[in-house]
């Protein structure tokens, strides 16, 4: 099996359901013949040419908007945002309208959109190159919101994404964009939305996270096993629908959950999860539920590597919650 | 270019009927046959009638909200111009442009109940009608967003080879959001085959046009974008028939997009909850009733020989009982069944779905389940 990285595997997800389904059609800011800023869509211009991959005029409520029109028609979209952090331009567009047209409408439309869009920190991009918002698209009724730490699951998920009913929201680790590798199968595969993956076998604590922060998770988790710690990594993949079984399974069996993710803390997504854990598996905990998250202050640039939550952070949520 | 579209210089309003619905001297009135000039007719008679039907029954408190078109009726029969294929993304104040499509008088009323026949499931407030039979896409509130998708719509007809146009209304006051310059600018770099009609009814809720703009009227924004704007008479309904031919006509060619600013005025207020007499002088709105549209379309088809008073009576007749029967029948129907407050939010019901509504089932029912009136 060929080894890619993530960018690669969104690539050949595109590719895949370029050539599979004529419906697909790209757009965004660059993306056309010079394939992105950050390349994932490199070479689909010169296969698919202009009818199908569009560089559009630089406004994130008309990409956002045409490719709702767009779906309308019955196209399948699936536009780019260049950096998460600018697509408060279209959230009207994503939150009011992608969102709620089915619903609005009394299930007579449907926009399957597929927003792709890097997001994330840990590339020096300051504040408006580094947001992680996903929790205001898991919050807004209508959306599916996915990050893989993969390239094998961001292949499969992007084409279970490509191939759904409804609007996503994909949400690419650019920080670990060229450094997490994989083997990645050729040809057609998907993984399904909706399913979270066990990273790490343990007994001791769960450790909750999804896209780039799994890498910093696995990291600690090398570090505080060779201290005798057991954790128990779970790589959530879908944040919208969540595999409320998966969590809830390895938190009533360790008995302890750490969340880590980078966004702000502050009703970020963690702040869900604990809440779902004490809904549900309260009296199976036997420590407080801990948050390693990025903190409540916009993201800032140089000191990103004391806001991100670090492999030392995390060890210590590992030790502090597993000695609880 | 054709007439209609020749740029105007500044405040010159295109018009083919003049206010005793004379074809003006030159004039070149589009083929319109009788049948199609008397369904007209009844078309302006109809959203006339229903409105103010539908107004006393909000002030009666059987209606929780309403949103009138008096004084703006021909804008809505724009659409005439268009194929049953073509797509129309209105705002909230064309219900003519969806009658004309074919939306029963018992869909439009059982929609501003929100009970269990509205075609959109009473997911929205009266007048947000969805109608995806007769192509006529999801009403928003919030101004402006049908319009990039809109142009979406248009490009992917384009893209997809076939010739169907889209045509978005909005009134003036939108032109002031971000939206509309977007979709205009993403329309005019990829040619899309979009009619974007302006109504320019002089007011947004209580903020007068001059508020909005600084340019002389609003067609004259399609110039930057690089594309034809017209000026039209908003409340002479052959001039916009003119317009909208043209329009369509370069949409389909592949030429592109037209802005078309019908000039008309809002005699009522923005919805059943204003009152413009706060705010406007009582005798403005009076000075427009001279230029009544659906006035005007009568004395035209007098012209024509096609007026008599009993063809009149005879639709206001039909249209009077079409309404009554309409509103007896969403009276006695409910409100949906619970369930479906969660249906329709993904193409399947997710866990996390499936397990609230479970739970608002294991509850007692609230006694008026409809928060408002």
Known sequence: MPVCNIIQAVNDALRIEMRRDPRVVVLGEDVGKFGGVFRATNGLFDEFGPDRVFDTPLAEAGIIGAAIGMALYGLRPVPEIQFADFIYPAFDQIVNELAKFRYRSGGQYTAPVVIRTPYGGGIRGGHYHSQSPEAYFVHTPGLKVVVPSNPYDAKGLLLSAMRGEDPVIFMEPKRVYRAARGEVPEGDYTVPLGSAKVVRQGAQVTVLCYGAMVHTVLEAADRVAGEGFDPEIVDLRTLLPLDTEAVLASVKKTGRAVIVHEAPKTCGYGAELSALIAEKALLHLEAPIARVTGFDTPFPYSLENEYLPSPERVAKAIRDTATF | ?373
């Open chain 2, 1 to 373: 270019m054709l007439a209609s579209a020749r740029p105007q210089p500044d405040d010159s309003v295109f018009s083919l009927l003049d206010d005793d619905g004379r074809v003006v001297p030159g004039g070149r009135a589009p083929a319109l046959s009788d049948a199609d000039a008397l369904r007209l007719f009844r078309g302006l008679l109809q959203v006339r009638l229903v409105d103010e039907r539908m107004m006393r029954l909000q002030r009666q408190g059987r209606l929780g909200f309403y949103m009138l078109s008096m004084g703006e009726e021909a804008t809505h029969f724009a659409v005439h111009a268009l194929r049953p294929t073509d797509w129309v993304f209105p705002s909230y104040r064309e219900p003519g442009a969806a009658f004309h499509r074919g939306y029963s008088l018992k869909d439009f009323v059982n929609q501003l109940f929100g009970n269990a026949e509205d075609p959109a499931k009473g997911r929205q407030m009266p007048v947000h009608h969805s109608a995806r039979w007769l192509n006529l896409v999801s009403i928003s509130s919030p101004v402006g967003t049908q319009i990039p998708q809109a142009v979406g719509m248009a490009w992917a007809a384009r893209i997809s080879k076939r010739d169907d146009v889209a045509v978005t209304y909005f009134g003036e006051g939108t032109s002031s959001t971000g939206e509309f310059h977007v979709g205009m600018n993403f329309a005019g770099v990829y040619k899309a085959p979009v009619i974007f009609i302006c109504r320019n009814n002089g007011w947004a809720i209580s903020t007068g046009k001059e508020r909005q703009t600084a340019s002389q009227g609003f067609a004259v924004k399609a110039q930057a974008y690089g594309f034809p704007g017209v000026r039209v008479d908003g409340n002479d309904l052959l001039a916009i028939l003119a317009v909208m031919e043209d329009a369509v006509a370069r949409a389909r060619a592949g030429e592109g997009p037209t802005l078309i600013e019908a000039v008309t005025y809002r005699r009522g207020g923005h919805s059943s909850s204003d009152d413009p007499n706060v705010y406007r002088d009582p005798n403005e709105p009076k000075e427009w009733e001279r230029r009544d549209p659906i006035e005007r379309w009568k004395k035209y088809l007098v012209g024509r020989g096609l007026y008599s008073e009993a063809v009149e009576q005879q639709y206001r007749k039909e249209i009077g009982e079409e309404i009554a029967a309409a509103l007896a029948h969403a009276e006695q129907v409910g409100p949906p069944a619970v369930e479906t407050l969660f249906h329709d939010v993904f193409a399947e019901i997710p866990p996390h779905l499936e397990e609230q509504k479970e739970y608002l089932l294991s509850l007692p029912r609230p006694t008026n389940p409809h928060g408002g009136h």
